[in-house]
């Protein structure tokens, strides 16, 4: 079992530029994280999937960010455009349930913003 | 504001001393609370939950409702607890999800 996968592993791209990340989720896991981690900081979450559905995007700047869940599988986290204060740790995770489940992690995108 | 406080940034002992990663919460209701640990270039993990009230690695976490804290402790520290530990509680109503506190570099010496 791989776990969560995230790609890429780490991307370097120039302010007002566009960029996405990609989650494959454990096998059979029904939801969905992404979590923003600033250095020093614990993650904080982006948003959440319950299948397809985004049930909670409540802390996801929509002005700039984007996500979708295709198929309740796979799922894609943008930004457009990028600016200076995106440079972060970008984690997805899954969970067989809901958030009471365990949360499984991936390795994270380190995104840098010049 | 319901948050996680873990006072220590960093936290270095030695070999085989008892260890103790502070973590205090603020919550208005009945918290359920979380250690997650990420060893170098490896990916976070979750080490234990205070429902379950085991031990894994060693490591235990109790409870006290009263000092509102959530205390990770071990005996006897080795090098390979060396890590980043978060604390965690679930937020619940409205948007439930998980909330961490900023972490503790653990550095066990030899």
């Known amino acids: 079992e791989a776990g969560v996968v995230q790609s890429p592993r780490y991307k370097i791209i120039e302010k007002k530029q566009p960029v996405a990340f990609w989650c494959n989720p454990i096998s059979g896991h029904n939801t969905l994280y992404w979590y923003l981690q600033n250095l020093g900081q614990g993650p904080e979450l982006l948003i959440r999937?319950?299948?397809?559905?985004?049930?909670?995007d409540s802390q996801l700047p929509k002005d700039r960010f984007s996500a979708e869940r295709l198929k309740g599988v796979d799922s894609t986290l943008k930004i457009q455009p990028a600016e200076l204060g995106d440079s972060a740790v970008y984690l997805c995770a899954s969970s067989l349930g809901g958030v009471t489940d365990t949360q499984y992690f991936g390795p994270g995108t380190r995104l840098t913003v010049l | 504001a319901q948050r996680v406080t873990q006072p220590e940034k960093l936290l270095s002992v030695f070999k085989g001393a008892p260890v103790e990663l502070k973590c205090n919460y603020s919550y208005s209701g009945s918290p359920e609370l979380f250690w997650y640990v990420q060893y170098s270039r490896q990916r976070l993990q979750l080490l234990l939950r205070?429902?379950s009230r085991e031990s894994i690695k060693g490591f235990t976490a109790d409870l006290n409702k009263g000092e509102t804290s959530f205390h990770l402790k071990k005996p006897f520290a080795q090098e390979e607890d060396s890590a980043m530990y978060y604390c965690a509680f679930l937020k619940r109503g409205g948007s439930e999800k998980l909330v961490f506190g900023k972490g503790t570099k653990l550095t066990v010496n030899p």
């Open positions: 999937y319950e299948n397809e559905e985004a049930v909670d």
């Open positions: 205070h429902i």
